[in-house]
């Protein structure tokens, strides 16, 4: 069986623009449309090379800002003909207008108990089901955070699959009782875990496959050890936000780019590892023998030197 390529983006509004005064309408520029390649720039890059990508959409700031902006993510996506899944930012049951932080706000999901953790995420699968995506069947918790507990959780309100495991996040806020450097998708607490890719560094420790995080020869890299040593799947992350600077005003060349050329290679590579959704893994292989792909040291140093100089371009620009 081929190995399987889940393209996964974090569509989310941001907490740094809601702190900064933003209204939803200011912050969905910021963060799901920012500079001309947020969402609907990713939707049509997908599309234009003919994959298939999964959008982990957050509907929680709709506790602050109603349905709309939440609506309006989810039509975007469905009408690109793309996966709709459900991530979840806990902060947002607490946000206030005035943009102040409460303070006894919990940021991450795995700070509070079961019992909160399963109302949380019941709530956030009706607030998606009502901006109008279909019941979700995959999540993945804002931050990487999740334990047993939110295993658990996902497993009692009937969603089947978790993308919260990131090794390189541990053991925390990913916390769930696994191998740092699992990477096999497996059965845990009552779900199917697949976790996010990982690179293992020189010196041991692990960089996960987010578009951000990893060069473009890192990836193909990273894909060509999964094709040739049969992983039943690579597991990369994207934000709606992160082809943007930080500020959300300009496109960021370095990580535009590689989302641009990570599309271009998936195309490419289509035969031997087809993007996937969700929704087609009823046959995924569990729970493999597989390890993180090694690091290559001079494409690490060249994401550095890389990083460095889209850096200083980006401080002049300021």
Aim: net charge negative; charged share 20%; with cysteine.
């Amino acid at each position: 069986m081929a190995t399987r390529v889940l393209l996964t983006i974090d569509t989310e509004l941001t907490w740094r623009h809601h702190l900064a005064g933003s209204g939803w309408a200011e912050n969905y520029a910021h963060s799901i449309e920012p500079a001309g390649v947020g969402l609907t720039y990713q939707l049509e890059v997908v599309n234009r090379h003919g994959l298939n990508a999964c959008f982990f959409i957050d509907p929680m700031p709709a506790k602050l800002y109603g349905l709309d902006p939440v609506k309006r993510m989810v039509e975007t996506v469905l009408s690109a003909g793309q996966e709709v899944q459900l991530h979840l930012h806990p902060m947002w049951e607490q946000a206030r207008v005035d943009s102040r932080v409460a303070e006894d706000t919990v940021f991450e999901l795995i700070d509070h108990p079961y019992e909160k953790q399963r109302d949380l995420i019941a709530e956030a699968r009706d607030l998606l089901v009502a901006a109008g995506a279909p019941e979700p069947i995959a999540f993945r918790s804002g931050s990487y955070a999740a334990n047993d507990d939110t295993a658990r959780a996902l497993a009692d309100i009937g969603i089947r699959y978790d993308s919260s495991h990131n090794g390189c996040e541990g053991p925390w806020p990913s916390a769930l009782s696994l191998p740092l450097d699992q990477v096999a998708p497996l059965q845990h607490a009552g779900v199917i875990e697949i976790p996010v890719s990982q690179m293992r560094l020189g010196n041991g420790g692990l960089r996960h496959l987010q578009i951000c995080a990893v060069s473009l020869a890192e990836m193909a890299h990273a894909l060509d050890h999964a094709v040739a040593n049969d992983h039943p799947v690579v597991t990369i992350v994207g934000h709606s936000f992160e082809l943007a600077t930080r500020g959300g005003a300009r496109p960021n060349p370095v990580v535009k780019n590689r989302f641009d050329g990570l599309c271009a290679l998936l195309e490419r590579r289509a035969e031997a590892a087809p993007t996937a959704r969700f929704a087609e893994l009823d046959d995924l292989p569990l729970d493999r023998a597989i390890e993180p792909v090694s690091a290559s040291a001079s494409l690490v140093a060249g994401r550095m030197i890389g990083q460095l100089w889209a850096n200083l371009i980006e401080r002049r620009a300021a």
